[in-house]
């Protein structure tokens, strides 16, 4: 997956860092995630539609996360 190893992945929480930021940052994550899982290059089509479902769900993942107003 192109960039799933990057550096910036994997990031664990510090103690000094609070759940608001440790949320926000797991949001980020799926949506990286789903990002990755967009651009991955497949030759199939069976595998291009449940790549795109499953980058979809973790989008609908990240947002039940989001703090109503």
């Known amino acids: 997956m192109p960039g799933l190893l990057s550096s910036t992945r994997g990031r664990r929480v510090?103690?000094?860092e609070d759940a608001a930021d440790s949320a926000s940052y797991?949001?980020?994550m799926l949506l990286e995630?789903?990002?990755d899982l967009e651009s991955w290059p497949v030759r199939n089509l069976?595998?291009?539609e449940a790549l795109d479902r499953a980058a979809q769900d973790l989008v609908v993942m990240a947002g039940r996360g989001q703090p109503t107003a």
């Open 26 to 28: 797991e949001r980020l």
């Open 14 to 16: 510090g103690s000094g």
């Open 46 to 48: 069976v595998v291009r």
């Open 33 to 35: 995630l789903a990002t």
